[in-house]
């Protein structure tokens, strides 16, 4: 699956059991593996069809989706900092009162939150009601500006602002003004925005589910710029990239 293709371009139920059906396979939401209809896929010493692989998959590589979205930047998922360690401690079972001692607050106050989630929730499914009833009146989605399609945002981005209001067009523009035809960097840009399609466009190079060492991901920026230390660096702070806290593995984030 290409790098700006994320969960959201999947529907809630596909998200929620972490895989999309299509003609010929079964897709994982979160890191676009794709097992094929027809084929048996080894998984722990056990065979399993296609359908059995992607849940298996699931489980193995991503555990629970609750899990798994929990662990994402609170902007992205639309929770403030507090609501997301409620809700953590929520999917562990844990009561008001253990969820009052842990976070510091008064179970009354962990009972508002759970109010205000219960109408976040409520106001998701009018507003998703929205945005597809809008579509269809205009035949136009919102991601449609005038200048070409608003791109996805990568989900580990940690500054969710309009810096991430890119297009196709924009993106087009600073690869062309910015990068080679091989690939490239000729100077890295100064402005947020266009660090950002840049920096998209070079993690294309790394490969998802593979743990790289400093020295392969130095080999492998090294071709693409002379100064590859300033962009491993931005590959990290832009959230493009993990890095183990020894630094001795950096891995994609999906």
């Known amino acids: 699956m290409e790098q700006k293709n994320y969960m959201w371009n999947f529907s809630v139920d596909e998200i929620v059991t972490g895989y999309k059906e299509c003609k010929d396979s079964y897709l994982c939401t979160i890191c676009g593996q794709d097992f094929k209809k027809g084929l048996i896929y080894p ?17 193995v590589e991503h555990g629970f989706m609750a899990d798994y979205i929990l662990s994402q930047e609170s902007s992205l998922i639309g929770v403030s900092d507090v609501q997301q360690q409620i809700l953590k401690l929520m999917s562990e079972g844990k009561d008001d009162k253990t969820i009052s001692k842990v976070v510091g607050i008064a179970q009354s106050t962990v009972r508002n939150h759970r109010f205000k989630l219960r109408e976040k929730e409520k106001q998701a499914k009018l507003f998703l009601a929205l945005m597809q009833s809008l579509e269809e009146k205009t035949n136009r989605s919102i991601n449609q500006a005038d200048t070409g399609l608003i791109e996805e945002i990568h989900p580990s981005a940690t500054m969710i602002d309009d810096r991430y209001s890119i297009t196709e067009d924009d993106s087009e523009k600073t ?24 920096l998209r466009e070079i993690v294309k190079n790394f490969k998802p589910n593979y743990d790289y060492t400093e020295r392969e991901v130095n080999t492998i920026l090294e071709r693409i710029y002379s100064d590859f230390p300033t962009i491993r660096r931005a590959l990290i702070e832009y959230g493009f990239f993990d890095r183990s806290a020894d630094c001795s593995v950096y891995r994609v984030k999906v």
């Open 175 to 198: 690869i062309k003004t910015y990068m080679t035809e091989n690939g490239a960097l000729t100077q890295f840009p100064s402005k947020e925005k266009k660090k950002i399609i840049v």
């Open 43 to 59: 998984i722990h010493d056990k065979l399993y069809d296609a359908y059995g692989a992607v849940n298996q998959h699931h489980v």
